[in-house]
């Protein structure tokens, strides 16, 4: 496709359920990246992916979150025992390649709602 | 620590007029800065970069400007429109990351 994308593009659940986010980059973009974005804030990096693997997680807030991109293009973002603080905008944006003059481009997000 | 503050929180003004929203960061060693648009729902969508040696961009009605001395950028919309209405977020990187660090946006709103 021409940019990112993610689906759902709203998610509701039960407190304590697991969820699957998915983000499809752009074709031929080598970083992902996942961010959350609580209402009135702005992004919040969670992890980084060069290729298939997880160059930086330190954004992620606890061991409850998990995310895989298997073959270096289609990302996973898994949350276990969703809390109702989970409730958020997750984005994923991707770019070229690696470098601080690479633009990301971002994805619509997925909604989540933790009831 | 390595933050970025935008102001005003939000503004709403008239179809047609002028506005400018600010950015201040700490940021150090200093990348780049980057405006985007978010509007209500979506992603965000990239306006202009500036790097250290850059004092001003532009993209159509929107220009930034960067003081690279007083750590200061500003995002100025001419002959504003309804559709402009969005949050407005600055966007450091620090030099030798690819990390961004987001400021908490400006909400336009543009009333006809």
Redo the contacts between chains.
């Keep these: 496709g021409a940019g990112v994308s993610q689906t759902p593009s709203n998610k509701v659940t039960e407190k304590g359920k697991y969820v699957e986010l998915r983000c499809d980059p752009i074709s031929g973009h080598t970083a992902l990246y996942w961010y959350r974005q609580s209402l009135g804030q702005g992004p919040e990096f969670l992890i980084y992916f060069q290729g298939t693997g997880a160059a930086d997680d330190s954004g992620l807030p606890n061991d409850r979150f998990f995310a895989v991109r298997p073959e270096g293009s289609v990302s996973t973002l898994k949350i276990q025992r969703t809390e109702r603080g989970d409730s958020a905008v997750y984005l994923c944006a991707s770019s070229l390649r690696t470098g601080t003059t690479d633009t990301q481009y971002f994805g619509p997000g997925t909604r989540l709602t933790v009831l | 620590k390595n933050q970025?503050e935008q102001s005003p929180q939000s503004l709403i003004i008239l179809e047609g007029k002028n506005c400018t929203l600010q950015c201040n960061y700490t940021v150090s060693p200093f990348?780049?800065l980057?405006w985007?648009k978010q509007d209500t729902?979506?992603?965000?969508?990239?306006l202009t970069?500036m790097?250290f040696s850059e004092n001003t961009k532009s993209n159509g009605r929107y220009t930034a400007t960067l003081d690279a001395d007083t750590k200061q950028s500003s995002l100025h919309i001419t002959a504003s429109q309804l559709s402009d209405s969005a949050s407005y977020?600055c966007?450091v990187?620090?030099?030798?990351?690819?990390?961004?660090i987001?400021?908490?946006?400006t909400r336009l709103k543009v009333l006809a």
């Design positions: 970025v990348s780049n980057r985007y729902g979506r992603g965000p969508v990239s970069i790097t977020i966007v990187t620090a030099s030798g990351t690819y990390k961004y987001f400021g908490t946006g």
